[in-house]
């Protein structure tokens, strides 16, 4: 069966540091993949989504990165955090090229001091 | 452009009560539409996904919605609410060639005993 890990699962770091969010997939081969920041009542933003090795669309300008280094790892990164970059991220994978479900990873909590 | 709306913020119900989450989109050819549950601090878990046919489809943990195309809504009920059901419950649309889901702002569930 198909499994998804993210890490960290809580996150505390200062204003202007790096970050690196990392999520794998075990279990199938070429799945899409998806980046989401969650804020309290406000939904899930999608950030980031991937069809393909090194091949990342970005939804909304930001000041995040994202990376698809191997076929099932995708990476979230910012060269300096804000304090607006806060929140619950999500990662997501679903089957090549379907409108399948998106199944989730348990999320990294990420909070800017 | 795809969008989905969740009229009810916060509904709050008796255990054993029976519960009706709404959920109404906007999308422009045959839609995919999906329930998913999220307890506080975790990642979202898939209740259930509608892609064609009957359009009452049966979901994990006794959750149901059906699906109507005249009213564009896809709305989520269970018979008899469980205290465990307490969670944040998203609605999404999806079926572009883009693989993209766009998810509701979510009704947070409240059960009393």
């Known amino acids: 069966s198909q499994t998804i890990h993210q890490w960290p699962a809580t996150l505390v770091q200062p204003v202007g540091s790096p970050l690196s969010l990392e999520c794998t997939v075990e279990?199938?081969?070429?799945?899409?993949l998806y980046w989401y920041r969650q804020a309290a009542g406000r939904g899930l933003q999608l950030l980031f989504y991937s069809v393909g090795i090194g091949q990342i669309s970005s939804e909304v300008p930001q000041n995040l990165s994202a990376s698809r280094p191997q076929d099932r790892q995708f990476i979230l990164s910012s060269k300096k955090l804000l304090l607006s970059d806060s929140g619950f991220y999500l990662c997501a994978w679903s089957e090549v090229n379907s409108n399948q479900p998106q199944h989730f990873g348990d999320g990294t909590r990420l909070s800017i001091l | 452009a795809q969008s989905v709306t969740q009229p009810d913020i916060h509904i709050t119900v008796s255990e054993g009560a029976s519960l009706e989450l709404r959920c109404n989109y906007s999308?422009?050819?045959?839609?995919?539409l999906f329930w998913y549950v999220q307890s506080p601090g975790q990642g979202l878990q898939l209740l259930l996904k509608y892609f064609s046919g009957d359009t009452l489809v049966q979901g994990i943990k006794g959750f149901e919605a059906e699906f109507k195309r005249s009213q564009s809504s896809f709305n989520l009920r269970k018979p008899s609410v469980h205290w465990s059901d307490a969670a944040e419950y998203f609605c999404?649309?999806?079926?572009?060639?883009?693989?993209?889901?766009?998810f509701g702002k979510g009704t947070l569930l409240t059960v009393n005993p």
């Open positions: 279990g199938t081969s070429n799945p899409n």
């Open positions: 999308y422009g050819a045959t839609p995919y």
């Open positions: 999404a649309v999806g079926g572009g060639s883009n693989y993209k889901l766009t």
